[in-house]
């Protein structure tokens, strides 16, 4: 599985971003009955999952950003997305794409995402 994350950038407290991970090489059958998730990780932490969705749509967030951070895919076009919303420094981190399904688990590339003050 090959996961393409972007979106990422710079921008200041309060604004927004919108992170998206594709899976074009995923077949179809297998994205659907993956959990996908976008996790965290700030200089000197460890991972963290920020939110998670199952092929059906249930969703599950860190309690950090529930109410400002939005999980979503579309399984026509493997993609699952991140819209964030209210951004604050503490959320600065670097955000990685993963897939999940039985005993494998995948990972994209990360995508910096910088809150200024």
């Known amino acids: 599985v090959q996961l393409q994350a972007s979106g990422g950038g710079l921008v200041q407290a309060g604004g927004s971003l919108r992170l998206s991970c594709k899976a074009p090489?995923?077949?179809?059958?297998?994205?659907?009955?993956?959990?996908m998730g976008w996790y965290r990780q700030a200089l000197g932490k460890e991972r963290e999952l920020v939110a998670d969705?199952?092929?059906?749509?249930?969703?599950n967030y860190a309690d950090s950003v529930k109410g400002r951070f939005t999980i979503s895919r579309d399984n026509s076009k493997k993609t699952v997305s991140l819209q964030m919303n209210n951004l604050k420094p503490e959320d600065t981190a670097v955000y990685y794409c993963?897939?999940?399904?039985?005993?494998?688990?995948?990972w994209g590339q990360g995508t910096l995402v910088t809150v200024s003050s």
């Open positions: 090489r995923t077949i179809f059958s297998v994205f659907v009955g993956n959990v």
């Open positions: 993963n897939s999940r399904g039985g005993l494998s688990s995948d």
């Open positions: 969705i199952t092929g059906g749509g249930s969703t």
